[in-house]
C-alpha cells in the first residue's frame, strides 16, 4: 500500500542538516515603463541609470519566510526619462535548525543573493524587449546593503 506525501510551504527533507532551504521562487510584479521610445533611436548616448534595491522578508505558517527582491531602475537621457523598469521577484524559503539570531542575516543575505540571478535575468529581458540593450546589473553585496540598514536602524534608535 502507498504512503500519501503531503509537501507543506515548510517542508524539508527528513534529516536534513541546518540552513537555508528554498522551496519556491517566482515573479510577483513586474513593470515597464518606455515614455520616449523613438528617443532611443535618435543618438547612442547611454542613459544615467540609477538603481535602487529593496528586500523584504514575510513570515508563513511551518518555519518559512516569502522573502521579497526588488529591483527599481529608472534610465534617462539628457534629463528626459527613457524608461522606468521595476521587478519584484520572490522566493519561499525554509529555515531548518537555525539560531534566531542568524536567522535575520541569512533571509536579508542570502536569500536575496540567492533571488538576485533570476531577478536580473527578468529585469534584463524586459529592457531589451522595450528596445534598449538588456539592463546587466553587477553583483549586489547584500551583506553590505544589511550591514547598512543594521546602522541605519541602530541611528534611527539613538
Not at 523613438?38 to 516569502?66: G, H, M, R, S
Not at 541569512?106 to 529581458?125: C, T, Y
Request: net charge positive.
Amino acid at each position: 500500500m502507498a504512503k500519501k506525501i503531503e509537501k507543506k510551504a515548510g517542508a524539508i527533507p527528513e534529516n536534513a542538516p541546518p540552513g537555508l532551504f528554498i522551496n519556491a521562487q517566482y515573479l510577483k510584479d513586474l513593470s515597464f515603463e518606455n515614455p520616449n521610445p523613438l528617443d532611443a533611436y535618435k543618438n547612442n548616448d547611454k542613459p544615467d541609470i540609477a538603481v535602487n534595491v529593496n528586500t523584504a522578508v514575510k513570515k508563513l505558517p511551518e518555519n518559512a519566510f516569502e522573502v521579497t527582491l526588488d529591483l527599481k531602475t529608472e534610465a534617462k537621457k539628457k534629463g528626459k526619462i527613457a524608461f522606468i523598469a521595476e521587478v519584484s521577484y520572490a522566493g519561499i524559503f525554509t529555515l531548518n535548525q537555525v539560531p534566531e539570531e542568524h536567522q535575520k542575516p541569512l533571509l536579508l543575505i542570502e536569500a536575496p543573493r540567492m533571488l538576485f540571478p533570476f531577478a536580473r535575468n527578468v529585469l534584463a529581458e524586459t529592457t531589451r524587449d522595450g528596445g534598449y540593450p538588456p539592463l546587466m546589473l553587477n553583483p549586489i553585496d547584500f551583506a553590505a546593503l544589511y550591514q547598512k540598514n543594521v546602522e541605519a536602524e541602530k541611528n534611527k534608535k539613538n
